[in-house]
């Protein structure tokens, strides 16, 4: 690694309008950024910012109820529908519980399908909010699409054909999560989310503008993540690190609390984590293991078993 390679502490956008123009040039750029960081900014991605307006603007409302209205939506089944209140989730490994509650938008499944046993259907708060459905639904169709392109550049900076991941990730267990972070009234233990690496695929972020989210560099330093307004930040998540066996690097990230002046601003964010059809076996690709790369995980998992296995870490299963 250059020196240059070494200090360069912020991480270059990569703007979307290449995946059409130039895809060869799309493909290097973010697959360079995800080898350097885990982490890529996407600019100019062509969401329509009214629609992903729309759907912020009903997570605002949601979040807004009372305590009571919220509770509604909490299902017996931790954590993938509906709301997990204030204080659940905890980062692997943590003390203490994260700052934020959630509402979670899994994928929707027609009657009889092999997933259903699993993936349970999606709840919504129609009495109290009677567009939020629509907003938010548009927000994780748009996502997903958004996904599978970045994939098709994934899959071929890993000399794998184009569409490789299509047909593993089509009916995927994947998740929308609308994050609010309170405002954080005083120091103490608890920060907004706890240093941890994402268990899916890729993680596809919007609402990273309000400062927090920080990456932990190859030395052990944190460093900030502050993306131009409106841009998308994707990460590798572990279960495609684990499948590459560690080329593109799945990152430990957290969000600390605002600065003293930002303390009484809530922060809203709202990834999509993408996940592997449930009975994907993950297995470690050929062409990503040779003598000085030996296979770090001779024993495949299915995507739905390793999901499980990680959930139950993070209070969420």
Known sequence: MSQAHAHQDSIEPVSFRLFDQDFQTFTRRLGDSYARWGFAVISDHGLPQDRIDAAIDQMKRFFALPEDAKLKYKLPLAGQRGYTPFGVETAKGARHYDLKEFWHVGRDLPPGHRFRDHMADNVWPDAELPEFRAAVHWLYGALDTMGLKVLEAIAAYL???????????????????????????????????????????????????????????????????????????????????????????????????????????????????????????????????????????????????????????????
């Open 159 to 317: 000399d794998l054909p184009r569409h490789f991941f299509d047909d593993k990730v089509d009916v995927g267990n994947s998740i929308l999560r609308l994050l609010h972070y309170p405002p954080v009234p005083k120091d103490g233990p608890h920060i907004r989310a706890g240093a941890h690496e994402d268990i899916n695929v890729i993680t596809l972020l919007l609402g990273a503008e309000e400062a927090g989210l920080e990456v932990k560099d190859h030395d052990g330093r944190w460093i900030a993540i502050n993306p131009p307004a409106g841009s998308l930040v994707c990460n590798i998540g572990d279960m495609l690190q684990r499948l590459c066996n560690h080329r593109l690097p799945s990152t430990t990230h957290r969000v600390v609390n605002p600065a003293p002046e930002r303390r009484g601003f809530a922060r809203y964010s709202t990834p999509f984590f993408l996940h592997f059809n449930s009975d994907y076996r993950i297995e470690t690709l050929p062409n990503c293991v040779d003598a000085t790369h030996p296979d770090r995980y001779p024993e495949p998992i299915t995507a739905d078993d390793y999901l499980k296995e990680r959930l139950r870490e993070i209070k969420l299963a």
